[in-house]
């Protein structure tokens, strides 16, 4: 089932949950535009992490605008896209719902020790377990936001994981409500 035009899922979460792997299944099921956040990194913070160092918030800056400035070009081509971004402060989320997409997240959340032990056998990523422990010390959790779904990566992270595609069949179908009950079928 195609996503009507134009909305916007989010994976998110710490390193090594499985975002890219669960965002690459939704964009081929879905007929999503993929993006991964690790693609808009500037190249000074993709070596700091590389060395084990965690970005503060003016490092992710840059990278933030970026992925606003893609996201906007796509969302006046009126295309849906899936994303794979950490989304660690709520303020970072913040910032893409005001590109006005109906917009999805889906917090990939699991044990602790199964994600280090996924970043450890994890092998030509920048982002190595050295990270783990700052990553969860700055994701500021999404309890009280609405348009967060978690989804429970512990026992693996399969990119047609059943709680994420019935998590975007709601969404999707709930945009496309919404939309013909504001007389729209397209974007805006």
């Not at 060395?51 to 081509?77: K, N, V």
């Not at 590109?99 to 982002?127: C, E, N, S």
Request: glycine letters at 8%; one cysteine or more; proline letters at 7%.
């Amino acid at each position: 089932m195609p996503a009507p035009l134009p909305v916007l899922v989010v994976t998110m979460g710490v390193s090594g949950c499985g975002k890219s792997t669960l965002a690459a299944g939704l964009a081929t099921r879905f007929g999503l535009r993929l993006l991964d956040a690790d693609d808009f990194h500037p190249p000074a913070n993709v070596v700091r992490m590389a060395g084990g160092e965690p970005l503060s918030d003016a490092m992710r800056e840059p990278w933030i605008d970026a992925l606003c400035a893609a996201l906007r070009l796509y969302r006046q081509r009126g295309e849906s896209c899936v994303l794979a971004f950490s989304g660690l402060r709520r303020a970072h989320r913040q910032r893409l719902r005001e590109l006005d997409y109906p917009t999805l997240f889906l917090h990939l959340v699991g044990d602790q020790r199964v994600i280090r032990a996924r970043l450890q056998a994890r092998t030509g990523h920048f982002a190595t377990a050295a990270l783990l422990d700052s990553q969860l010390a700055t994701l500021e959790r999404p309890i009280d936001e609405a348009d967060v779904a978690p989804i429970d990566v512990t026992s693996g992270c399969d990119p047609m994981h059943p709680q994420a595609i019935a998590a975007v069949q709601a969404f999707i179908a709930g945009a496309a409500s919404a939309r013909a009950a504001n007389g729209s079928t397209g974007p805006a």
